[in-house]
Each structure stands twice: as structure tokens, then as C-alpha cells.
């Protein structure tokens, strides 16, 4: 039997467990599903496709609505099936044996996970003991590994802490003096107060990362991209894997765009939502973390993480479990749902710490 290669052979792969409860907060989907509106237009879409045909290898038509939603043109946006595989394409492209990714930890542990499947050597940093960036850490390992690449989650999975423009700028200058490229992830960038997207320029190695299946209530579709400059962009789509979006998902991801207006509804009813649950978390015996995204991340003082988890699933409520994660003991992350399901949360966790 041909055995993996070695180094794959010893990985643990990348799992969010599924079970079968009432309320579903583990993932960061969004509660709403997407206008209903938008589901007729991409029903009528598909009967136009012409299913005998190979779709737009360059997806010119979903890049331009994209490039022109933040402002820059098509030949600087690139897109993939979610952003997992934008991540992949640029590891591929810039990763690679004899050369290093960087991260912060704790952070979305995907960008080591497939750094490490590309072959690409990871050099892991810590965050500040409040979970932020600290720029002296970055520096350290800037000047130590010299990373092609460099990944900052922002806000950041699974803390929700949102870096700053300042540091975001310092670790870019830093990056670009060893000849690496910075990525900002923002797969929950428009729940944050600032985005990345402002420092993008085609003389700035600097890409930012989005993803629809958040904001956009489009996860069934898996559809990401990043913005950054023209020469990036060029590379990726050498080494993408030809006609890998669908005709389907192309057309689906150019009806979002014309539905801004209701994403921008959803984004502020959860971020009000996300304060209403902080709120109340703040009542109860548990250290909660600022967040700009669409989860929170808290942890129980006086029970252990995985314990209260269970009894949360014994209720018939499931959040992500993270206290075996780097530095998180004893963390648990909710996503923000609906206020129906975030009462069901808030009731259990009420039971079970007091």
C-alpha cells in the first residue's frame, strides 16, 4: 500500500464536528438564510447555464462586480471556491519547500494547516497575553524565519480581536523589508470597524481575503477571494487549477452584489446582537474577549471548558470547543445567532454556571 508522504502522515486534519441540536452556534455562519429574492435569481440563472460548456476560466464578469464593490478593477481581484482555497493558491504560489510561512498564535489554524500541505515551513509566534499583536513578536520572528508569507487574522479566529491600522501598517513594513507578502484574512472584515482594504495599492505586497459565506449568507456556495495588487493576482491564476469555479457559483456570486443593501441590514442586526449577548455573558462568571467579528470568545472561571461544552450539547446547544487549541484552555466560542437562539444559549449557560 503506497503510504502519504511523511509529514502529511502525521498531521491531524482540520474538523468542526457536527451533531444534531436545536441551536447550532459553532461554525460563524450566518443565522439569516439569503434574500429570498436573490434564491429566485439564481434558480432562473441556472437554467440559463449552458451545462454542456466549460464556464469563464477567468470569471471576468464575478471579478469585475467584486473589483468594483471595493473600488479597484477585475485584474486585481482573484476568486476561489472559499477562501480556504485563496489561501491554498497563494501558499502554492509563494510557499513551498525552502520557504516560510509566519503566524500569531492563537489564530485560525487553517493558515498553518495548509502552509505545512504545501510543504511550506511554519514559523509560529505568540500573541500579547490579551490575545492582540505585538509588534516586537513580530519583529522576532520576521527577522528570524523571514516568511515569503506572513498571516494576520483580522478580526481575528477564534479571539475576534481586531488589529489596528497602526500595527497592521508596522507588520506590512516589516514583511516587505524581507521580501514577504502580508495576508490579511478577513473572512468577518465587514463586521469590523476598519478594513485592510484601505492599505491595498499594486506597489504594496499586501492582499486582503473575504469570503461569502458570512456576511453574504452564501456558505453553502463556498465562495472567497482576495483584493491585492495586479502582479499577485497574475501569478495566482498560473497556478490555479483551470475552470475550478463553476458556472453556477460565478453567476451566484454576481446576484449577491446586487443585494448590498441587505447585507449591510444583516451585518448591523448581528452587530447589535453581538453586543446584546456580550451583555449578558458580562453577567455571568466567565472572561469574555472584545470582538468584531460574529462569535465571541469566553472562558468559564470556576469549570473547565470541555465540561461546560457537554452540558451545553446535554441541552441541546452546540458552541465551538477551543480549550485544547494553542493557548485557549479552557475557551469556548459562540457565534451570534438569531436572538431566539442566542436566548437558548444564555438560558443553558445560566443553568450550568449558577
Known amino acids: 500500500m503506497i503510504r502519504p508522504r511523511d509529514d502529511v502522515a502525521l498531521m491531524e486534519g482540520y474538523h468542526s464536528p457536527q451533531l444534531d441540536v436545536r441551536v447550532r452556534l459553532n461554525t460563524n455562519e450566518s443565522p439569516e438564510p439569503s434574500p429570498s429574492a436573490w434564491v429566485d435569481e439564481v434558480a432562473e440563472a441556472a437554467r440559463r447555464v449552458q451545462w454542456h460548456r466549460y464556464p469563464d476560466r477567468g470569471a471576468v464578469e464575478l471579478r469585475r462586480a467584486i473589483g468594483a464593490l471595493h473600488g479597484v478593477g477585475p485584474e486585481q481581484v482573484f476568486v476561489a471556491n472559499g477562501s480556504n482555497e485563496v489561501l491554498q493558491t497563494l501558499l502554492l504560489t509563494y ?3 525552502g520557504r516560510t510561512a509566519a503566524t500569531w498564535e492563537p489564530t485560525y489554524a487553517l493558515h498553518a494547516h495548509i502552509a505545512r500541505i504545501t510543504g511550506t515551513a511554519v514559523a509560529q509566534g505568540e500573541r500579547a497575553a490579551d490575545f492582540s499583536i505585538d509588534t516586537d513578536e513580530v519583529l522576532r520572528v520576521v527577522e528570524e524565519a523571514r516568511p515569503s508569507l506572513a498571516f ?20 506590512l513594513e516589516l514583511v516587505a523589508g524581507v521580501d514577504g507578502l502580508l495576508v490579511v484574512d478577513e473572512a468577518y472584515g465587514q463586521f469590523a470597524p476598519w478594513s485592510a482594504l484601505s492599505l491595498v495599492g499594486d506597489e504594496v505586497p ?47 456570486g454576481v446576484l449577491a452584489l446586487h443585494h448590498e443593501a441587505e447585507m449591510d441590514a444583516r451585518v448591523a442586526r448581528l452587530v447589535e446582537e453581538r453586543g446584546r449577548l456580550v451583555a449578558a455573558l458580562g453577567e455571568l462568571p466567565v472572561d469574555v474577549w472584545p470582538s468584531g467579528a460574529n462569535f465571541v470568545l469566553f472562558r468559564p472561571r470556576h469549570l473547565g471548558g470541555r465540561e461546560v461544552w457537554q452540558r451545553l450539547v446535554d441541552r441541546s446547544v452546540l458552541v465551538r470547543d477551543c480549550s485544547s487549541w494553542p493557548r485557549l484552555d479552557g475557551c469556548l466560542r459562540v457565534t451570534i445567532g438569531t436572538p431566539d437562539e442566542d436566548d437558548a444559549f444564555i438560558r443553558a449557560l445560566q443553568e450550568i454556571l449558577t
Open 152 to 171: 494576520l487574522c483580522s478580526p481575528n479566529n477564534p479571539t475576534g480581536m481586531v488589529d489596528d491600522a497602526a500595527t497592521v501598517a508596522a507588520t
Open 206 to 252: 499586501l492582499v486582503v481575503t473575504r469570503t461569502f459565506s458570512k456576511t453574504w449568507s452564501m456558505a453553502a456556495a463556498r465562495l472567497g477571494y482576495l483584493v491585492g495588487p495586479e502582479w499577485v493576482v497574475a501569478e495566482l491564476d498560473k497556478v490555479v487549477l483551470p475552470y475550478h469555479l463553476d458556472a453556477l457559483k460565478q453567476a451566484a
Open 95 to 97: 510557499g513551498g519547500p
